[in-house]
């Protein structure tokens, strides 16, 4: 399980650490950080499959997504730096880390030498990486390191071996150098980062892809876009807990029941509602009722994450619809471990009362923005936040 995320430079996360429980709510006004607290874990995903770089160009490039505001030191980061009040901070560079019970991993980007021949000469370089054994980095529990191109791998005996490749400034190791023989390490990070499961704003007009009509085959995870919403449901109701969905479905919508139509391989949805003379097909179904089992299927999957994250999920739900939504958060929450991020307070409170019941690990995050545009923890003071230590260049 993760237990620390740690952001620096990434739009108005100047200086971020924030701790991670089985269960954690991160809420606040619209403009906090919310959007940039869920958009730079995505962005973290994204170096186990080489995409970073380029997620980074998609978001305007380093220019545009590092921290804009003042690049001096105030008090608070003064104190744990060893830094003195208004020293500049350099160099310039964008951070992501996490660490967790068994590795923590970082990498930095930073701002490229440009090259007039090239018309890639923008792209952020990638500086420094590092994996360490525990929750905290110190020089007894580093395994891995990387600084610029080179790679050097603790031995059995502590002794630190540089490997002979050469990385480019746009891969990473995770996926350059990631061998369950030679770099076990790095393998199982890869691995654990690749297994994080991300589900943003379902869409559900008439174009989304869960109204079509498509081939069904099981489907222990649903894809990013619903498509195989229909699979998805059905592969719970016969290899999952079907009593479960059942009741998950009368919750939200009292007296219905999903049904399954197949022809030619194809797999669609029936919803049954009381008072109608017959069911509704997914193509009739009301926005807020698609999205609602669209977040049912994500969260009842056969094949949990070891990380869920939901951005927004109450979007387009009908209030009735949050207090069942809580619950079916909370107990997916039993399974593996959730990040949720919402701005609707029903929601939160919903699922507070669903995870203390459930005697869930749970931790509410509250972000703010101070004068400058920083976004910060409410009530977390210097001492407040876990113990966090970049790799120094």
């Known amino acids: 399980m993760i237990t620390t995320l740690a952001v620096e430079n990434y739009r108005s996360l100047r200086r971020l650490t924030v701790p991670l429980t089985k269960l954690t709510l991160v809420t606040g006004a619209n403009g906090s950080g919310k959007s940039s607290l869920y958009r730079s874990l995505r962005l973290l995903s994204e170096t186990a499959r080489s995409n970073a770089v380029a997620a980074l160009a998609r978001?305007?490039?380093?220019?545009?997504?590092?921290?804009?505001?003042?690049?001096?030191?105030?008090?608070?980061?003064?104190?744990?730096?060893?830094?003195?009040?208004?020293?500049?901070?350099?160099?310039?560079?964008l951070r992501l880390g996490f660490s967790g019970d068994d590795f923590g991993y970082t990498i930095e980007f930073g701002l490229p030498m440009l090259d007039s021949t090239s018309m890639f000469s923008r792209d952020p370089e990638i500086k420094c990486e590092s994996v360490w054994y525990g929750p905290i980095l110190r020089p007894t529990t580093s395994l891995v390191e990387r600084n610029n191109g080179v790679v050097s791998v603790r031995g059995e005996h502590g002794d630190w071996k540089m490997l002979p490749h050469m990385l480019r400034s746009y891969d990473s190791m995770l996926t350059e150098l990631s061998d369950p023989a030679t770099t076990p390490e790095l393998f199982r990070v890869r691995d654990m980062i690749r297994s994080w499961r991300f589900y943003d704003h379902f869409r559900t007009d008439t174009g989304a892809a869960a109204r079509g009509s498509h081939i069904g085959t099981r489907t222990p995870v649903l894809s990013g876009d619903g498509a195989d919403l229909a699979a998805a449901l059905r592969t719970i109701y016969e290899?999952?807990?079907?009593?479960?969905?059942?009741?998950?479905?009368d919750r939200a919508f009292p007296g219905s029941r999903v049904e399954f139509a197949g022809t030619a391989g194809r797999v669609e949805i029936l919803l049954h509602q009381p008072g109608l003379s017959r069911p509704l097909s997914v193509a009739e179904l009301s926005d807020g009722t698609l999205?609602?089992?669209?977040?049912?299927?994500?969260?009842?999957?056969l094949r949990p994450p070891q990380l869920l994250v939901l951005n927004e999920p109450e979007s387009s739900l009908h209030p009735d619809l949050l207090a069942p939504?809580?619950?079916?958060?909370a107990d997916a929450a039993q399974r593996t471990q959730v990040i949720v991020v919402s701005?609707?307070?029903?929601l939160v409170a919903a699922t507070?009362?669903?995870?203390?019941?459930?005697?869930?690990?749970?931790?509410?995050?509250?972000?703010?923005?101070?004068?400058?545009?920083?976004?910060?923890?409410?009530?977390?003071?210097?001492?407040d936040e876990p113990a966090w230590y970049w790799p120094k260049r």
């Open 59 to 93: 978001e305007g490039g380093l220019d545009s997504t590092l921290w804009a505001g003042p690049r001096v030191v105030g008090r608070r980061q003064a104190r744990g730096n060893n830094l003195k009040i208004g020293q500049a901070t350099d160099p310039v560079a």
């Open 325 to 329: 939504l809580g619950a079916l958060i």
């Open 291 to 301: 999205r609602y089992l669209l977040l049912v299927a994500a969260l009842l999957t």
């Open 239 to 249: 290899n999952g807990d079907r009593n479960a969905l059942a009741e998950t479905i």
């Open 352 to 383: 507070i009362d669903a995870a203390e019941e459930a005697d869930i690990e749970l931790s509410l995050i509250q972000l703010r923005k101070d004068d400058s545009g920083e976004t910060l923890v409410d009530g977390q003071g210097f001492l």
């Open 343 to 346: 701005h609707a307070r029903q």
